[in-house]
């Protein structure tokens, strides 16, 4: 996935999730791009592998509602997930 065609930087296995690693897309402009981010999603999905991403200022979580409820609780928290 390019960057200048997807407006979008994806940093793989950032963290772990129950011993699952989990992918973060960010921006790499104003915001990820619709056909990015729904290409990233229909993988994701597939593959059953776990993500975050962008849009905006709001993390989104995508992956089983128990992944996404631990991370946005998280999040609101001000937890820090990975670091740079």
Do not use: C
């Not at 597939?46 to 509602?65: N, S, T």
């Amino acid at each position: 996935m390019r960057p200048d065609k997807s407006n979008t930087i994806l940093l793989v296995a950032s963290f772990a999730w129950h011993g699952m690693p989990v992918d973060v897309a960010v921006p790499a402009g104003a915001a990820i791009k619709e056909k990015a981010l729904a290409w990233l999603q229909h993988f994701y999905a597939e593959q059953k592998r776990l993500l975050i991403f962008k849009i905006d200022e709001e993390w989104y979580a995508f992956g089983p509602p128990a992944f996404q409820h631990d991370i946005r609780s998280r999040l609101q928290r001000g937890e820090i997930l990975w670091s740079n």
